[in-house]
């Protein structure tokens, strides 16, 4: 079945029609730039479609609709969406603004690791928060991971994520995740609160992955909420989030061409099971159908 947030239903029409005309290309370039594409990517792949089917001589839209999903699956497969987790301990900090589903993220994150097999725990590094370190204990334990929280409200972030290295080492914990703060008053004190963690963790272990989570349903206003982030943070791989109810799924090549950082995981839903590693060549089958 076709996703909500799929092209295919826009496409279907398209390619269904006897020969490829200049309103294809028309009704091609509206439907690429309303799944959010944007339009420097809308016209670069436009341009290299039409050259490919100038070259093949053809007029059949089914080749056009399978020249499509070469282009795109090409383009997302240039950044290598492999995880780097081969270090024990293997330390991923999550990163990202308050509101993209930070919290609910790492507790999938966990449950996707455990369900390979892999011990995990959280540190629970956002302390200014009370009730977001509830709630991320609340997804550790439904994602079958551990939970190291602050010893008191406000301790510094730095120092939990140190106790959940130490943890994982003591332990022979395979994989430490650290929820970081999305917002404190000013964006310098965010960066230098993300570095002085860093600097602690990288004492005890290499950090990993740095993963920055996104709302796909925010699109272009959510990357430019991010770009301290990608800036200052080290950011190594991308998550987004909620694609299940976005028309939006250009987005996820545009944002990985706009920072040249590649898209690790993806969720697709609200539960606990429904975040997954990002495979182009199927994503582009669910996207052009």
């Given at each position: 079945?076709?996703?909500?947030?799929?092209?295919?239903?826009?496409?279907?029409?398209?390619?269904?029609?006897?020969?490829?005309?200049?309103?294809?290309?028309?009704?091609?370039?509206?439907?690429?730039?309303?799944?959010?594409?944007?339009?420097?990517?809308?016209?670069?792949?436009?341009?290299?479609?039409?050259?490919?089917?100038?070259?093949?001589?053809?007029?059949?839209?089914?080749?056009?609709?399978?020249?499509?999903?070469?282009?795109?699956?090409?383009?997302?497969?240039?950044?290598?969406?492999?995880?780097?987790?081969s270090n024990r301990p293997a330390v991923v900090l999550v990163v990202g603004v308050n509101g993209v589903g930070k919290t609910t993220t790492i507790?999938?994150?966990?449950?996707?690791?455990?369900?390979?097999?892999?011990?995990?725990?959280?540190?629970?590094?956002?302390?200014?928060?009370?009730?977001?370190?509830?709630?991320?204990?609340?997804?550790?334990?439904?994602?079958?991971?551990?939970?190291?929280?602050?010893?008191?409200?406000?301790?510094?972030?730095?120092?939990?994520?140190?106790?959940?290295?130490?943890?994982?080492?003591?332990?022979?914990?395979?994989?430490?995740?650290?929820?970081?703060?999305?917002?404190?008053?000013?964006?310098?004190?965010?960066?230098?609160?993300?570095?002085?963690?860093?600097?602690?963790?990288?004492?005890?272990?290499?950090?990993?992955?740095?993963?920055?989570?996104?709302?796909?349903?925010?699109?272009?206003?959510?990357?430019?909420?991010?770009?301290?982030?990608?800036?200052?943070?080290?950011?190594?791989?991308?998550?987004?989030?909620?694609?299940?109810?976005?028309?939006?799924?250009?987005?996820?090549?545009?944002?990985?061409?706009?920072?040249?950082?590649?898209?690790?995981?993806?969720?697709?839903?609200?539960?606990?099971?429904?975040?997954?590693?990002?495979?182009?060549?199927?994503?582009?089958?669910?996207?052009?159908?």
């Amino acid at each position: 079945m076709a996703s909500p947030w799929s092209l295919s239903g826009a496409l279907r029409g398209m390619f269904s029609r006897k020969t490829i005309d200049e309103d294809t290309w028309t009704d091609l370039e509206d439907a690429l730039i309303s799944a959010d594409f944007g339009p420097d990517i809308t016209d670069a792949v436009i341009e290299e479609l039409r050259a490919s089917v100038e070259r093949f001589r053809t007029t059949d839209p089914a080749d056009l609709k399978r020249m499509l999903r070469e282009t795109l699956e090409e383009r997302l497969a240039r950044l290598d969406p492999t995880l780097t987790l081969s270090n024990r301990p293997a330390v991923v900090l999550v990163v990202g603004v308050n509101g993209v589903g930070k919290t609910t993220t790492i507790g999938k994150f966990a449950k996707f690791l455990t369900t390979y097999g892999r011990t995990v725990v959280v540190g629970a590094a956002d302390t200014f928060r009370a009730a977001a370190v509830e709630q991320l204990a609340t997804w550790a334990e439904r994602g079958g991971a551990q939970i190291v929280r602050p010893q008191q409200h406000g301790q510094d972030p730095a120092s939990v994520a140190f106790q959940t290295v130490e943890k994982a080492q003591r332990e022979g914990i395979e994989i430490v995740l650290i929820d970081t703060a999305g917002r404190l008053q000013t964006k310098s004190g965010l960066m230098d609160e993300l570095s002085k963690i860093r600097r602690v963790i990288e004492k005890q272990a290499p950090i990993a992955e740095v993963l920055l989570v996104l709302d796909a349903t925010t699109g272009q206003n959510g990357l430019n909420q991010a770009e301290a982030f990608i800036e200052h943070a080290g950011v190594t791989g991308l998550v987004l989030t909620k694609l299940d109810g976005s028309a939006k799924g250009g987005f996820v090549l545009a944002v990985q061409e706009k920072t040249g950082i590649p898209i690790k995981l993806v969720g697709q839903g609200e539960g606990i099971g429904d975040l997954t590693g990002f495979t182009p060549h199927v994503f582009v089958q669910n996207l052009v159908g």
